[in-house]
């Protein structure tokens, strides 16, 4: 189990060029992708709520980029970056957005709840915090059934503060269940500041209480995100736990 959250991290330079390639063409695909979400949703074509990765294309591309086959992703609402990522359609992603029946989910989840079982991404959540106990439950079920594999939650700077956090963390650090959990921090929760809303604004902290390594890592270097996540994401598949009681 781990935490990641943004600051200064040394990268791993040993990088080919066609993984460069790799991570740049997934950086552009999600910022020109919400470009176009952005522009039809002021043109009100796109219904309810639309959360948008801009800006966050490095942490996107270097977490969700570095998963394996045999991984689990799951998000919050600002979830279109990370469906990219694992390898959707970006038509059916736009679809989905839309309400069409060829959408992600048959239009039936749209912007906030995104689904691919198919690659192993199971949501795109509405509530905060509401993906950190199923993710936490996915792990359990990987370690429980003997299989390959670990769970990847990425949540923002407010779903720190909630119960579901804390209960969560708490159980996989108890059962040394293979996760990582991600804080994409944006200094803000909806209209308030970090410094205002958690005692403890050096979020990545958080996971320290638990026991977990936990490191800061600046977000808008995607070489940094990806040599962390794949270093921590091979910790959790190795440190699993063998029995859980």
């Given at each position: 189990?781990?935490?990641?959250?943004?600051?200064?991290?040394?990268?791993?330079?040993?990088?080919?060029?066609?993984?460069?390639?790799?991570?740049?063409?997934?950086?552009?695909?999600?910022?020109?992708f919400?470009?176009?979400t952005?522009?039809?949703?002021?043109?009100d074509?796109?219904?309810?709520?639309?959360?948008?990765?801009?800006?966050?294309?490095?942490?996107?591309?270097?977490?969700?980029?570095?998963?394996?086959?045999?991984?689990?992703?799951?998000?919050?609402?600002?979830?279109?970056?990370?469906?990219?990522?694992?390898g959707?359609?970006?038509?059916?992603?736009?679809?989905?957005?839309?309400g069409?029946?060829?959408?992600?989910?048959?239009?039936?989840?749209?912007?906030?709840?995104?689904?691919?079982?198919?690659?192993?991404?199971?949501g795109?959540?509405?509530?905060?915090?509401?993906?950190?106990?199923?993710?936490?439950?996915?792990?359990?079920?990987?370690?429980?059934?003997?299989?390959?594999?670990?769970?990847?939650?990425?949540?923002?700077?407010?779903?720190?503060?909630?119960?579901?956090?804390?209960?969560?963390?708490?159980?996989?650090?108890?059962?040394?269940?293979?996760?990582?959990?991600?804080?994409?921090?944006?200094?803000?929760?909806?209209?308030?500041?970090v410094?205002?809303?958690?005692?403890?604004?050096?979020?990545?902290?958080?996971?320290?209480?638990?026991?977990?390594?936990?490191?800061?890592?600046?977000?808008?270097?995607?070489?940094?995100?990806?040599?962390?996540?794949?270093?921590?994401?091979?910790?959790?598949?190795?440190?699993?736990?063998?029995?859980?009681?």
């Amino acid at each position: 189990m781990s935490t990641i959250a943004p600051s200064r991290t040394t990268p791993d330079l040993h990088v080919s060029d066609e993984e460069l390639r790799r991570l740049y063409r997934m950086m552009v695909q999600i910022r020109r992708f919400e470009e176009r979400t952005e522009e039809q949703y002021t043109r009100d074509r796109i219904g309810g709520y639309c959360h948008l990765n801009i800006g966050e294309e490095a942490t996107v591309a270097g977490t969700v980029g570095s998963l394996t086959p045999d991984d689990y992703l799951f998000g919050g609402y600002r979830d279109h970056g990370l469906s990219l990522g694992v390898g959707g359609s970006p038509r059916a992603i736009m679809a989905e957005l839309f309400g069409k029946e060829t959408g992600q989910a048959h239009g039936r989840g749209g912007s906030m709840h995104l689904l691919d079982v198919e690659r192993h991404f199971l949501g795109g959540w509405g509530i905060v915090g509401a993906q950190i106990p199923l993710a936490v439950g996915a792990a359990f079920a990987l370690d429980y059934e003997g299989r390959p594999g670990a769970v990847m939650c990425l949540f923002g700077d407010a779903a720190v503060n909630i119960g579901a956090f804390h209960e969560g963390l708490n159980l996989a650090a108890i059962w040394n269940l293979p996760c990582v959990f991600v804080i994409t921090n944006n200094l803000y929760g909806m209209g308030t500041s970090v410094e205002m809303a958690s005692a403890e604004p050096d979020l990545w902290k958080r996971g320290q209480t638990y026991r977990m390594p936990s490191e800061r890592v600046d977000g808008q270097d995607v070489l940094a995100v990806r040599e962390a996540t794949q270093r921590l994401l091979r910790l959790a598949r190795e440190e699993r736990s063998e029995e859980h009681t």
